[in-house]
């Protein structure tokens, strides 16, 4: 059974660069024709896509993130990562990685931006 996990920073400053890795355990991020997708929660709203990385390294963002957004990955490690540049309070929230239609979320991880 594939398992994920974010790590990553808790609190980040204002216009710094948010940085979240996802360690995958149980499946390969390389492997037919998964795709691997950001997703992230502001308190008190729902759900919101950040973007993905396919099993070949291609990506797509969201239209309303897609100028500060990177998602990247180790194959050697099975980790992918996602950067969000010039962060604001308003980027405060619960990431989630997942696996794309198969059911696999990590438990998220609270990012709250402030000085």
């Known amino acids: 059974q594939v398992q994920l996990q974010e790590s990553g920073p808790d609190l980040v400053k204002p216009s710094q660069t948010l940085s979240l890795t996802c360690t995958v355990s149980?499946?390969?991020?390389?492997?037919?024709?998964?795709?691997w997708s950001w997703i992230r929660q502001p308190p008190g709203k729902g759900l919101e896509w950040i973007g993905y990385?396919?099993?070949?390294?291609?990506?797509y963002y969201s239209p309303s993130l897609r100028s500060r957004t990177s998602i990247s990955r180790d194959t050697s490690k099975n980790q992918f990562t996602l950067q969000l540049s010039s962060v604001t309070p308003e980027d405060t929230a619960v990431y989630y990685c997942?696996?794309?239609?198969?059911?696999?979320w990590g438990q998220g991880t609270q990012v709250t931006v402030s000085s």
């Open positions: 990385i396919g099993y070949g390294g291609s990506t």
């Open positions: 997942t696996r794309v239609a198969s059911g696999a």
């Open positions: 149980g499946g390969s991020i390389t492997a037919n024709y998964y795709y």
